[in-house]
């Protein structure tokens, strides 16, 4: 993935099964906290929310999963952000210790108005943050 944005996160007991094994639902959680960190810094909005009018929302999700991390074991999320349209952004993961592929994965956001839960424009300011286009 080029220009990918890279997380450090750790494997806590919670993300885990009885045996300290990651449970597939605690890779979703590794793909937010990366996403929100991304926002956070690249957007420079408090992630979900663009502004007290725009919301994103999750659409589409998807994880492959290739090997399994374990509780306290060091991990990189990869995040590389791909604009759909002028209303949905797509996140593409990737999860490794070390150099093992653990696990890929998307999600898809749409801008949403969130009085009238519509489908709205992402604002431009939001695009240019995270893309570093300037018009």
């Known amino acids: 993935m080029e220009d990918k944005?890279?997380?450090?996160?750790?494997?806590?007991?919670?993300?885990?099964?009885?045996q300290?094994?990651?449970?597939?639902?605690?890779?979703?959680?590794f793909f937010t906290d990366a996403l929100e960190q991304f926002a956070n810094q690249k957007a420079k909005r408090m992630y979900p929310l663009v502004n007290e009018k725009v919301w994103f929302v999750v659409v589409e999700s998807n994880?492959?999963?290739?090997?399994?991390?374990?509780v306290g074991d060091k991990l990189k999320v990869g995040l590389v952000p791909t604009q759909l349209s002028s209303k949905a952004l797509r996140f593409d993961f990737d999860i490794r210790r070390g150099e093992d592929l653990l696990c890929e994965g998307y999600i898809v956001q749409v801008a949403i108005d969130k009085d009238k839960w519509?489908?709205?424009?992402?604002?431009?300011d939001v695009v240019e943050n995270i893309f570093q286009k300037k018009s």
Do not use: F, L, Q
């Open 5 to 18: 944005y890279v997380y450090d996160e750790t494997v806590r007991i919670y993300d885990t099964d009885a």
């Open 20 to 29: 300290g094994v990651v449970h597939y639902a605690g890779y979703y959680r």
């Open 63 to 70: 994880a492959k999963y290739y090997k399994s991390a374990r």
């Open 118 to 124: 519509k489908a709205t424009e992402i604002p431009k």
